[in-house]
């Protein structure tokens, strides 16, 4: 069998490119942390922690004669309990909670790998009780439902001890709790107690009898290490065709297809759901479905995870807000904001967060004095000048009704929709309250364990010069943030929520639905 010059060529190319595609896998350095460190490395890592949180984080240098020696304090105690070998989990741990003493709802530690044994059922509160749940949400124990004790401790210790991982406007959120009571050795190594392979868990039923159960923790290390031979075994088999096979049928997960459409709860209320505000900007077809659940006499639209900095969901919420009559002397301004001063960082760092500089307004300078007479005073060595941000110039329209779902996961901008929809007559917050996350975050890398952190470099404020950032914001409608929302349910609880005070609107063009909930 002959080959023609062309075929052959194509052929040496073909071969040439997935060998240079496979040396481009081994030349990229894998980014592994280092799985336990040294007494030096723990005191290594945390002087670089403490100098990037003195140079770069918004909220120390808010409170930097408190925040000092909290800080110092909470590294020394870190240094002198762990002298020998400290796994990189149980750093990353510590220094989680050596963070939420900056009470940053933005600070957060990643890149580690939780080796620490995870509670072998689900919690889930039920008003003040916790439900303890299979893998399939059923209860581990129909006679006895509820969990009271872990390990002979009652549920609120565990609780407690849970609660030091949160930032402060995080703590009371039972959402934010959930995942740090699955560490159980971890609060067991914090509250003293002794690491074993069972746990012990006391539960209970409505009428106050008790049944104790013990339950295997699950052993999952070697699976992944088998898990991760097998991979490896695949990788040095095969051929270079099956290579090329491979990445032909590859597809990447941020690519396919995720539609978010209206789904209809009865004849008068639709919900959607948006997660990644960026990806909404950009997606014709959500917005579309944005404006149709808009003609409804109540949209419900679930926020409880949702994050980025695109101001094009707020803008089109704004025809729920009511008609600003008040004559003041800026009625556009929604807020302002400044950040932490870096040599590295460029007078347009708030520009992704819409945020412009006062000089932008061309206002007079006795009309800016008095725009900024209630903004805190600031040392302008750790602080840039003043940012402000304006409303969407949107009229208000319709008389439907917004139902917004909220948690501390929602962030960013998502922040500023909470703000500012809570003081809308016919809208309502329904969840837990925010975090109070509005901030840019600055991250760095610390050298020996390889931890990602993460914490606030800017700070906002409100129009009367109210700090925002850390506060969050109530929900109208307190509901635990549960995956399984009763939504007919929910609708009965706006409809019996407590009317907000009406501001009387002009006389504007109704555009949307006017009928009444059913």
Not at 344 to 356: C, M, V
Not at 454 to 473: M, V
């Amino acid at each position: 069998m002959s080959f023609s010059y062309r075929s052959i060529v194509m052929l040496l190319s073909v071969i040439i490119f997935a060998s240079l595609l496979k040396l481009a896998f081994f030349a990229v350095p894998k980014d592994n942390t280092a799985p336990m460190l040294n007494a030096q490395e723990v005191r290594q890592d945390l002087y670089a922690l403490l100098d990037q949180i003195e140079q770069h984080s918004a909220f120390y240098a808010l409170t930097t004669d408190k925040a000092n020696p909290q800080l110092k304090f909470m590294a020394s105690l870190i240094v002198e309990q762990y002298q020998d070998i400290t796994p990189n989990d149980r750093f990353a741990a510590e220094v989680t909670k050596l963070l939420n003493t900056l009470k940053d709802p933005g600070a957060q530690v990643h890149n580690f790998d939780d080796q620490s044994g995870e509670l072998p059922l689900t919690l889930r509160p039920l008003n003040d009780q916790w439900l303890a749940l299979d893998s399939n949400n059923s209860p581990i124990n129909n006679d006895f439902p509820f969990v009271t004790h872990i390990d002979g401790l009652p549920m609120s210790k565990w609780v407690a001890a849970s609660q030091a991982y949160l930032p402060e406007p995080a703590k009371q959120s039972q959402e934010m709790q959930l995942p740090w009571l699955k560490k159980l050795n971890l609060l067991r190594e914090d509250l003293g107690l002794s690491i074993k392979p069972y746990v012990l868990v006391t539960l209970i039923n409505d009428d106050l009898q008790t049944q104790q159960v013990t339950l295997a923790l699950p052993s999952r290390e070697p699976q992944t290490q088998l898990v991760e031979n097998n991979q490896e075994d695949q990788t040095q088999d095969m051929s270079v065709f099956e290579f090329i096979n491979q990445l032909s049928q590859f597809e990447r997960t941020e690519f396919q297809d995720t539609p978010n459409q209206l789904e209809t709860v009865n004849n008068t209320t639709v919900k959607l759901k948006i997660s990644d505000l960026y990806a909404f900007e950009l997606d014709r077809d959500l917005q579309q479905e944005l404006l149709k659940g808009m003609t409804h006499p109540l949209l419900i639209i679930d926020l409880r995870d949702a994050s980025g900095f695109s101001p094009k969901l707020l803008t089109l919420l704004s025809r729920y807000q009511d008609a600003d009559l008040n004559n003041t002397l800026a009625p556009n301004v929604m807020g302002f904001a400044h950040y932490r001063r870096s040599p590295e960082l460029r007078n347009d760092y708030l520009q992704p967060l819409n945020f412009k500089p006062l000089a932008a307004l061309e206002y007079s300078v006795p009309r800016l004095k008095s725009l900024t007479r209630n903004l805190p005073s600031v040392d302008e060595d750790k602080f840039s000048p003043w940012y402000i941000r304006t409303k969407p110039a949107v009229t208000p329209e319709g008389r439907n009704r917004l139902a917004l779902l909220v948690s501390p996961k929602c962030r960013q901008e998502c922040e500023w929709i909470a703000y500012r929809t809570k003081s809308w007559s016919r809208a309502n917050l329904i969840g837990e309250k925010t975090s109070g996350d509005f901030a840019r975050q600055y991250h760095f890398k610390l050298p020996n364990s390889g931890l990602d952190i993460r914490f606030s470099s800017s700070l906002t404020y409100d129009a009367q010069g109210k700090l925002l950032s850390g506060a969050g914001t109530e929900p109208d409608i307190w509901l635990p943030q549960n995956s399984d929302i009763q939504w007919q349910g929910l609708v009965s609880l706006v409809r019996s929520a407590k009317p907000k005070t009406q501001i009387i609107q002009t006389s504007q063009p109704t555009k949307l639905a006017q009928a009444k909930l059913n």
